[in-house]
């Protein structure tokens, strides 16, 4: 939902992403992997109309499922599989491209609070996050 007063836009948006956000390392017998789905995102948006254009940028919250594994080939190996709320913060650009249709693209960068795993004997500490790139095709009714 947006609002607007003069060139200014102001708008809170949603999200549920099903993608697959993964990473892995390793470094001869030892590793580390990390997947993130499904994620959620709550938003807030402030951008500045020029013409049929939007430049904006976004910020708020977003809570993913996080899958962690870590193993060092030997004597450690810790997997578990949690749910993190953390932060998200981007920019963008839609352009209006017809009767209530625009496109958009966006850059945003997501990290999570970080997280303490153990198998007893070893710890580490997850501190997943990620950059984006998403590109849209929006209707609006």
Do not use: C, K
């Amino acid at each position: 939902r947006n609002w607007q007063s003069g060139a200014m836009v102001y708008g809170i948006e949603g999200g549920l992403n099903l993608t697959r956000t993964r990473d892995s390392i390793s470094l001869g017998t030892a590793g580390a992997s990390m997947r993130i789905n499904p994620f959620a995102d709550l938003r807030g948006r402030v951008g500045y109309a020029v013409n049929d254009g939007l430049l904006y940028a976004v910020g708020g919250l977003s809570a993913g499922r996080i899958q962690y594994a870590a193993s060092d080939g030997v004597t450690s190996n810790i997997e578990e599989t949690y749910t993190r709320v953390g932060w998200s913060l981007g920019v963008g650009y839609e352009q209006q491209i017809g009767n209530n249709w625009s496109m958009r693209g966006e850059y945003s960068y997501t990290q999570y609070r970080g997280h303490d795993l153990s198998d007893g004997v070893h710890t580490t500490r997850a501190t997943p996050d990620y950059h984006s790139l998403r590109f849209g095709l929006n209707r609006r009714f």
